[in-house]
């Protein structure tokens, strides 16, 4: 039998034992929703814009001030700075993941590893989890000082509000008597203004408590609010400014990981650098790259060839623009933060003394009967009191945005520092295999 009889038969016997190509599986699409266009647009007259109030049940302007219900639990600002940096979802992240074994590669009995690419990758993960944890304890104080400034106003208009009704009862003793007073639906006006301002204020701080409460894990009862504890003093006495800077570029987490990335470039680390550029913008690092991690665990120790030398200059000068492009940054948002401070705490004390001003104003109108100038007088000291308050607690928020540029937030609040991953050896790593225990361990 000539041998393409013999193929012919093998075939035909293959193909009756089953062999069969490959079967690819289709699976159809989900498809896309559809959605009302509307309308083509008409041309219409523009008349005046006003709600329709029709369903909307009237309210009183003569109603008390509600006395509060809740139960408040204290919140101080270390606490909250505190609890934002240990709950913060992207830190806890990369915490994790620097915890978990990492597979280096795949050895027999005896041969070489790369662990210089690793050892970069668990480095800039700790140092990036240390960057989200002061990021979120900076967004926690924010809101935190947000919630102090509206508890703060909250108080000084519904003391305002019952003045302002006591003040109404003597009105209208003095017109009950024939002597000049303002008229009640005057007085009904300027009361309905301070009750809606209270309204506003009310709705936000039940939307800071809830921000909060969800940022800080705290797990509130429905009851349940939050009480901002603190003295919230202002001082005139600054950082200098010289000294903050040089605190920011040596303790910044995101500088040191550029500067890590800079300090362990190599042939062996590259592809890590490259996976870690990414993280500091995804089309970083995303060019074709010349040889994978894999490949790289293969390669002798004889240095980078030509091609990959090129890439690593290129990504050495990129990596020196990107740091000193950030430092600068960072230094401006120092000093930013610092001139901020510092024209706050001017504000703060020009608006003490209109307050002061207004106080003994009131006082002499008082003592001299004026009554019909006290309620203007009053609502005057009432939002000037508010102006202080916020003038003060925006001086706290540059306060807190100073440290956040320092990156100080998160490493204040550590217990126990997560060690640095010491840098390797650049080249390969002999290494031999423990069979009983099928681990890897460098070789002597």
């Known amino acids: 039998m000539r041998a393409g009889s013999v193929i012919c038969l093998f075939a035909i016997g293959v193909a009756g034992l089953g062999c069969r190509a490959p079967v690819t599986l289709l699976k159809k699409g989900t498809p896309a929703p559809t959605y009302a266009a509307g309308e083509p647009l008409a041309v ?21 001030v509600q006395k509060s219900e809740w139960i408040y639990r204290g919140l101080d600002e270390r606490t909250a700075q505190c609890r934002a940096a240990a709950e913060s979802s992207v830190g806890k992240m990369l915490d994790v993941e620097n915890a978990r074994t990492s597979v280096l590669g795949s050895i027999r009995r005896h041969g070489t590893i790369n662990a210089a690419g690793d050892d ?59 002597l000049p007073a303002p008229q009640e639906q005057d007085l009904l006006v300027q009361r ?15 939307l800071l408590n809830h921000d909060l ?26 950082p200098d400014a010289d000294a903050a800077v040089k605190t920011a570029l040596s303790q910044r987490p995101d500088l040191a990981l550029i500067r890590t990335m800079q300090q362990r470039l190599s042939a062996q680390s590259l592809p890590s650098v490259r996976e870690a550029l990414q993280s500091l913008n995804g089309l970083l690092g995303s060019s074709s790259p010349l040889m994978s991690m894999t490949a790289f665990s293969r390669r002798q120790p004889d240095g980078p060839s030509p091609a990959e030398q090129d890439e690593l200059e290129s990504r050495k000068k990129q990596l020196a623009d990107l740091l000193a492009t ?9 000093r930013t933060a610092l001139g901020q401070m510092s024209a706050a705490t001017r504000r703060t004390a020009i608006l003490q003394t209109r307050v002061e001003s207004l106080t003994a104003k009131h006082a002499t109108e008082k003592a001299a009967k004026h009554i019909a100038d006290l309620p203007t007088i ?20 540059w306060r807190v945005k100073l440290k956040a540029a320092q990156g100080v937030l998160a490493m204040e609040c550590m217990m126990s520092a997560a060690p640095p991953s010491p840098p390797v050896a650049p080249g390969m790593i002999p290494v031999k295999v423990n069979r009983t225990l099928r681990f890897a361990r460098p070789g002597k």
Not at 44 to 64: F, H, K, M, Y
Not at 131 to 157: C, H, I, K, M, P
Not at 326 to 334: D, F, I, K, Q
């Open 120 to 178: 970069l990758l668990r480095e800039t993960r700790r140092l990036a989890a240390l960057d989200a944890r002061n990021r979120s304890a900076l967004t926690a104080l924010e809101r935190y000082l947000q919630l102090a400034d509206v508890v703060g106003r909250r108080e000084l208009f519904a003391a305002g509000i019952t003045s302002f009704d006591d003040f109404r009862n003597d009105a209208v003793r003095l017109r009950g008597i024939g």
């Open 213 to 238: 409460n969800s940022r800080l894990n705290l797990k509130l009862a429905a009851g349940e609010r939050l009480w901002p504890l603190g003295a919230f003093a202002v001082t005139s006495e600054l």
């Open 192 to 206: 309905a203004a301070l009750l809606a301002s209270l309204e506003e204020i009310d709705a936000k701080i039940a």
């Open 378 to 397: 009053e609502i005057d000291l009432l939002k000037a009191k508010a102006d202080v308050l916020a003038a003060a607690m925006e001086w706290q928020q």
């Open 326 to 334: 950030r430092e600068a940054e960072t230094a401006a948002e120092v």
């Open 44 to 64: 219409v007259t523009p008349q005046a814009i006003a709600p329709d109030l029709s369903q909307l049940s009237p309210a009183d302007a003569n109603a008390p």
